[in-house]
């Protein structure tokens, strides 16, 4: 901006996801006689978004090499550094993006009645689509629809021709997925038609699944990290609902043993707790894991789970 410097960051930790990844890799190439078998290291682009692991399966991930028996991946978040999480089935939940563009009638601000007011629908969208959420989506199954996203006009007495909202539909089942992305665009239609308005313009952009753990693979490895780690290693009573596309391996065939670590000082978490303040998850400017002991525990529990599966016969 304006010529400066202007710092950005996804925040996500992806940094320490690559360290650990090159520390499994020296781990594994250091332990290579106690162990046997072919370690597939899969370094994808563009996870959150960007589509990266469909394009590594489209460019041949899967037919230019061999299709692995087993996979395993890891995330970190504002957990305590030193502790893992883990979960067999549904870990995280599956994400789609959608657009919607109400039109209708601009004018002057003054004279309503000669407009059709696109302001007035995203608003009444905005509001009536939750109770997609509330009556329809069944209340004991996890789903979110978040609006982020809000565009029309830019004069305070000026009625727009359009107005854009944009936003998130997360679930973990593609039953309450469908049920929502329907009910959502009923809403818009509905919505437009009360207004005397032509159809919305509809966009859904299909994201990442739910990422699902195979059961017998996370007991396995389930049992490796509360051996190793103890107390710190923790069952997860739910999913989560960040998303994630490593779901794409997943849904190509490959049995996968997806989990979670802490990044942040248990000290500091304490003194939240106790403080009652925030603590900054991913994607917050504050979210900074401690890099030493996070990706020493990474590179512990993504080692062990592995050498698990690839033991000597
Ligand atoms: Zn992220
Ligand atoms: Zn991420």
Known sequence: MRGAETPVMHACGHDIHMAVWVAVARTMVGLRDQWSGTLMFVA???EEGGGGARSMIRDGLFTRFPKPDYG?????????????????????STSDGFAITFNGKGGHGSRPHTTID????????????????SREKDAARFGVVTIGSVQAGNA???????????????????????????GLERTAKAVAMMAGAPEP????????????????????????????????????????????????????????FYFGIGGLDPKYLAQ?????????????????PVPEPTIRTGAEAMSLVMLDVLQKK
Not at 72 to 92: E, M, R
Not at 118 to 133: E, K, L, R, T, Y
Not at 224 to 241: H, I, Q, T
């Open 118 to 133: 696109p302001v007035m629908m995203a608003g009444h969208f905005i509001v009536d689509v939750q109770s997609v959420i």
């Open 72 to 92: 395993f991946a890891l995330h970190v978040g504002p957990g305590p550094f030193g502790y893992v999480s883990y979960k067999p089935g549904v870990i995280n």
């Open 156 to 182: 305070g007495n000026v009625i727009p021709d359009q107005a854009t909202v944009r936003g998130t539909i997360r679930s973990y089942d593609n039953d309450t997925r469908l049920k929502m992305i329907a």
């Open 44 to 46: 994808q682009p563009a």
């Open 272 to 288: 939240a707790a106790a403080n009652k303040t925030p603590v900054p998850g991913n994607h917050l400017p504050e979210f900074a």
């Open 201 to 256: 313009d509809i966009g859904i952009t299909e994201g990442a699944k739910a990422v699902v753990n195979d059961a017998a693979l996370a007991e396995r490895s389930g049992a490796v990290l509360k051996a190793a780690f103890g107390d710190k290693a923790r069952l997860m009573a739910e999913p989560g609902s960040a998303s994630e596309d490593y779901s794409e391996f997943v849904m190509a065939g490959v049995p996968s």
